[in-house]
């Protein structure tokens, strides 16, 4: 489905700023795989995802999806078929236009948008019908400007923007961090819901590492650029957080150096 | 009743210039890019308008060509833009300046006169015996509602919701497939368009094309955008929205003509218009300051 071989990216090359975010990594994920991915500030987590996304150019190597090779593919081009919810709630959803406004625009990733008008009266009904099952209230409040809803609010109908048209790709950057744990929580169900009914193929980055353990059937923790450790199936599922504290102390050589993938 | 014909002539002139201020909110306000190209783009509806006029084009063409030119301006700054990614500003002033040159290439003096041709308005006025002032106000309206219209029409569509959404939130129109230089090329031809098209029927209205009759096009934009704002607020539907802004080019030709009225110098005038448009820019802001440090006040209570 996805297959990345030997992409490197370095931010900054040849100055004093130099950073290598992504050393040589290769991956591959296979349809309908759900893969959370773990590591520590700066691992290069959100960079892959871009990667893949298109929002920066790689400096190397290759990306396959869906067997089409899409390494200098632009990013709106890329996202005919890749689905993204950010890790920001303000940056998934139009504010200032309404919410079936929203939903429509995302009801036409990958056509062409021509003079037709913006939203038929079959959209508003189908719309209706798939906020309703959200059960976030949503459904009597479509001509609401987005800009009005709860962080919570956005990150939910970003996921369903986002999968409105199925994807080949599902891309979500600790889509959860900026939420209350009880709202974290339901978005999450709701990503599961999502993602096991349209049988998607996805990758979570997140900083809970009980999340990561329990959601998917795949796990990646990342460092300085690289995969470090690479799990699915029964194995994965036997993990225990200590498991991957250990792991990680193993890789950066450094006794809990990062308070946030203590947490979880 | 010199102050009546002021007026009326107020009304006109606010109508006619109100297209570019509607022009001027397509990009500002919709896109959210500050597009200097409004200058030129102003004065190269009005010269080509005036040199295929002089030469026995059909008036109304000669309207259409010139809106045709403003695009094409409009074109050039989101190519600047997007495609070599200069800043939307520097982009702006690029294509105004260079646009001056060309508009007086293409009228080949400053000052092009229409004394001797056939205009629209010269056409309607002698056809329904009605005075100057008023076949502007007539021809000001009717093509503002129609302007108004298919505007309405057209940021209703897929492509112009995709426009929209650019100036609000412009990585998530990408991540939703969207190719968002197309959308911010099309909004600045769109506006240029109008604002063109503004310059053209002006034009035609007074008679004669001039190399600095943008000048300061911009801000007089700007000041009917805000007084439109201030005046009906920014809710309301899309077309009242863009009525209100034609009205607020009205209210800001009443200003003028009144403070003209009073005895202040036309050469003045562009500093007022500025001071106008500041201000009525950092009213809003002030105001919000204000409101927060005095309900802190109250909510805080005196210090221990
Ligand atoms: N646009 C950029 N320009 C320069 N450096 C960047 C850029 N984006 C990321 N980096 C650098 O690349 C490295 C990897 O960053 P990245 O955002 O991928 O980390 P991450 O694993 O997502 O971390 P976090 O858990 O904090 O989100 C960091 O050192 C970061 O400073
Ligand atoms: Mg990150």
Known sequence: MLKIRNVSKTFNPGTVNEKKALNNINLEVHDGDFITIIGGNGAGKSTLMNMIAGVYPIDCGYIYLADKNISLLKEHQRAQIIGRVFQDPMLGTASDMAIQENLAMANRRGMKRGLRWGITKEEKEFFYKTLQRLGLGLEDRMTVKVGLLSGGQRQALTLLMATLKKPKLLLLDEHTAALDPRTAHKVLKITEEIVDEQKLTALMVTHNMQDAINIGNRLIMMHEGRVIYDVKGEEKKRLKVEDLLKKFEEASGDVFANDRMMLG | MSILLAMQGALSQGVLWGLMALGV??????????????????????????????????????????????????????????????????????????????????????????????????NISEMTGLSSTWTALIIGIIVSIVIVAIL???????????????????????????????????????????????????????????????????????????????????????????TSIIVGSIIYRIIVAIVLQMGMNTDDLKLLTAILVAIALSVPVLISKRNQVAMYKKLTGKEE
């Open chain 2, 25 to 122: 909110y397509i990009t500002y306000r919709i896109l959210d890019i500050a597009d200097l190209t409004v200058d030129g783009s102003f004065a190269t509806g009005g010269a080509v308008c005036a040199v295929c006029v002089v030469n026995g084009v059909d008036p109304i063409l000669a309207l259409l060509l010139a809106t045709i030119a403003g695009a094409v301006a409009g074109f050039v700054t989101g190519f600047l833009h997007t495609k070599c990614e200069i800043p939307a500003i520097l982009a702006g002033i690029l294509t105004q300046i260079g646009l001056y040159s060309i508009n007086l290439r293409i009228m080949g003096r400053s000052n092009t006169p229409l004394l001797k041709s056939d205009t629209l308005f010269k």
């Open chain 2, 152 to 242: 309405y029409w057209y940021f209703g569509t897929e492509i112009g919701s995709a426009i929209r959404a650019t100036g609000n939130n412009e990585q998530m129109v990408r991540a939703l497939g969207v190719n968002t230089s197309v959308t911010k090329i099309l909004g600045l031809m769109i506006g240029n368009a109008l604002i063109s098209l503004s310059g053209a029927l002006v034009t035609q209205s007074q008679g004669y094309a001039d190399i600095k009759m943008g000048i300061g096009a911009i801000v007089i934009g700007l000041a009917s955008i805000v007084i439109g704002e201030v005046i009906f607020g920014q809710k309301g539907n899309f077309a009242f929205r863009l």
